[in-house]
């Protein structure tokens, strides 16, 4: 698996168009679940990888695209999941030491605790503002 940084390395020239997403992690038994979260809010370094997108790879086009409402586990404490990259530039012990400190106690989106429509809506479009406010800042 790949860090920001180790993909831009190989597959940086190759970007035409970026959508930004943020996410928070959770621990799971199996590995940790990716949450969706305004931009900013989460794992991801905006304030490094935009300049290094804009400058180094001149990328002009890149879009908000928050997360699903439902949560991604990525098992990364199966051997198996570990088969389908064995040519990743990270080892299992890398990456799981790139996340260890990212880690989240928010388990679930509003939408999978079972929120009314109005109330996960109200929240996405927050969200999308928190991330252009977010991004302005930068």
Known sequence: LDTPDTFLEYAGKYIGNVHLKDYRIAPT????????????????????IIPKLINK??????????GAQRSRECDVN????????KETPN????FKEHIKGFTSNESETLYERGAN???????EFNEVIESVNYLQSL
């Open 117 to 123: 429509i109005s109330e996960v809506m109200g929240t």
């Open 78 to 85: 199966v051997d198996t999941y570990w088969s389908a990259y």
């Open 57 to 66: 790879y001149n990328v002009e086009r890149m879009s908000i695209e928050l």
């Open 29 to 48: 038994k199996k590995g940790y679940k990716l949450i969706r979260c305004a931009l900013g809010e989460g794992i991801i370094k905006f304030d490094k």
């Open 91 to 94: 080892t299992k012990q890398e």
